[in-house]
């Protein structure tokens, strides 16, 4: 393993909705984390190398019958650890402490009070913290001291003499927590001395060579959607081998205006990638024609994808590998902790899909990264923001953001709306604070008057959401100042549109998209 992956932390996953925030936080402190379960022994830990173990909060009690638990062996290794809510509670109770419920917890802000101000606490001078716990520990173990209480009584932080093994009531992954981030800091470098190799630059050094060694002498396809993770994949791959990265993007004519366009600039021109574009329009609007159902729509462009990937695939010549940018989150959920970076491909996978006979391997290059690390190094090689910060786009496109059939006119229609309104959000500087946004055709005609005339024209909704990663989301609260801003220019110069609506649901019960 390379030396990025060094000197990192080790987190045991005991269920919290926060463990991925941890990660996060961590690595913002250019420390590589890793993510894995709580039964991983020892041993598997080792092997990784790390200066440290996090062990996360999670939902359940420690004196349940089956509460997760750890390798007990850790507890013997010299690696310092540092214990958050569940996490407390579990190196309480194996010291020889006791963790009770009071039935009532402490949940939200709370203060704290620093009794001993080294360690993790050194020059944080906040008291405030964010809670969330039912539990609490009662007695500490012996030979442990009380670092911080709070406001209510309850143990805030704890640790052992030496302060290798530390606790927190608290989440400092949190940030409510005002100075969670140098509590964190605080363990990484004073207590577990972590190694700061975690960068992008490095991250591009050590995945260049990576693909090297996979890659051989082989050559390597990509499928480019013009969204950030495969743009960076082709980028990245184009660094590593030249001319023997092969990247396509596959026009399906559901991309928004423009966009096939400036992501070949910024790969082809910009950074020498050997992309090319394939207009494969006519088909998918001939198989889309006549289809309003939601469901239908989606599968005939998931199916038509195939083909098309398939055909381009079998003219640009032999290929050995298939790069996709599947990242941290995913490989989170499917299970698979990290390990090598090539495999055969057995099924339809997330570009859209392979046939089984296509024996090609796979190469993975984000799959260690969250999505915002992904950004920092897209931005370090080269890619403009344009691309980098781009919000996210579903594969079908906006074939799913026109309720009802697809043609060529509504395409139209519907793109050069969502291009006014994107550009009025970077105009208003609130681009940057939206998770998503977009448009959807309505094609409910409402009556309307312009100049003198009678108009009867189509309905146009705009959405924007914030969120962390599109499982829920909330509305945004777009200042009227700029809606109507959106509203006057789209209906004063986009032909077929008289009227536009924002959309004010939540995630859930709503989904984003609407179809
Ligand atoms: P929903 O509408 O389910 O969307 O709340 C959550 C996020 O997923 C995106 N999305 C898709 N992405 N293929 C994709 O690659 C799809 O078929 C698809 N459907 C929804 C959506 O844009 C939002 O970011």
Redesign the pocket.
């Known amino acids: 393993m390379n030396d990025i992956y060094k000197n990192g932390v080790v987190i045991l996953d005991f269920g919290s909705q926060y463990t991925q925030l941890i990660a996060r936080r961590v690595r913002e402190n250019n420390v590589f984390s890793e993510i894995l379960s709580p039964n991983a022994k020892l041993k598997e830990i080792e092997e990784r190398q790390p200066a440290a173990i996090i062990l996360s909060g999670g939902p359940s009690s420690v004196y349940e019958e089956n509460a997760p638990d750890f390798d007990h062996e850790i507890l013997n290794s010299d690696l310092p650890i540092l214990g958050i809510c569940y996490g407390l509670h579990i190196l309480a109770q194996h010291g020889g402490g006791h963790v009770v419920s009071d039935g009532k917890g402490e949940y939200g802000f709370a203060d704290i009070d620093i009794q001993i101000d080294t360690g993790i606490f050194s020059a944080v001078s906040s008291s405030s913290v964010w809670m969330s716990h039912g539990d609490l520990v009662e007695k500490i173990p012996d030979g442990w001291h009380v670092l911080a209480y709070s406001s209510n009584g309850v143990i805030a932080a704890m640790a052992n003499e030496d302060q290798t093994r530390v606790a927190t009531q608290f989440h400092p992954e949190v940030h409510h927590t005002k100075e969670g981030q140098k509590i964190l800091s605080n363990f990484l470098f004073n207590i577990a001395k972590c190694s700061k190799n975690w960068t992008p630059g490095n991250f591009i050094q050590e995945q260049i060579e990576e693909i090297q060694r996979i890659a051989g002498q082989g050559n390597v396809l990509i499928g480019v ?1 013009g ?1 950030v993770d495969s743009t960076v994949v082709a980028a990245l791959v184009h660094k590593a081998i030249g001319n023997r990265c092969n990247a396509v993007i596959i026009d399906h004519g559901l991309m928004r205006k423009n966009e096939v366009r400036e992501c070949l600039e910024a790969l082809r021109n910009g950074l020498g990638v050997n992309i090319y574009s394939y207009d494969e329009s006519k088909v998918f609007l001939s198989k889309l024609k006549g289809i309003s159902d939601p469901e239908e729509k ?1 599968k005939i462009i ?1 199916n038509q994808f195939i083909y098309s990937f398939e055909r381009i695939a079998s003219e640009i010549g032999k290929m050995d590998y298939l790069a996709q940018g599947t990242l941290y989150p995913d490989v989170i959920e499917s299970g698979i902790s990290k390990g090598k970076s090539a495999h055969v491909i057995k099924s339809h996978h ?1 570009v859209g899909g392979l046939p089984d006979d296509m024996a090609l391997q796979l190469i993975e290059p984000l799959r260690d990264l969250f999505k915002d690390e992904v950004r920092k190094v897209g931005k370090e090689l080269g890619l403009p923001d344009l691309l980098i910060d781009r ?6 496109g906006l074939g ?1 953001r026109i309720i009802g059939e697809v043609t060529i006119e509504k395409i139209k229609i519907l793109q050069e709306a969502d291009k006014i309104y994107i550009d009025i959000l970077h105009e208003d500087g609130l681009y940057n604070e939206i ?2 946004a ?1 448009s959807v055709l309505i094609p409910v005609k409402t009556v309307g008057v312009m100049g003198d005339q009678r108009t009867y024209e189509n309905l146009l909704g705009i959405r924007a959401v914030t ?1 962390t990663d ?2 829920t ?1 909330d509305w945004f609260r777009m200042p009227k100042e700029t809606l109507s801003k959106i509203s006057n220019r789209i209906v004063n110069s986009v032909r077929g549109i008289n009227r536009v609506v924002y959309d004010i649901t939540s ?1 859930p019960p ?5 179809e």
Request: glycine content about 20%.
């Open positions: 959607s969204g989606r998931g997330n919000h996210p786009f579903p594969g079908p799913v998770w998503q977009f969120s599109g499982m989301a995630k709503g989904t984003i998209e609407w």
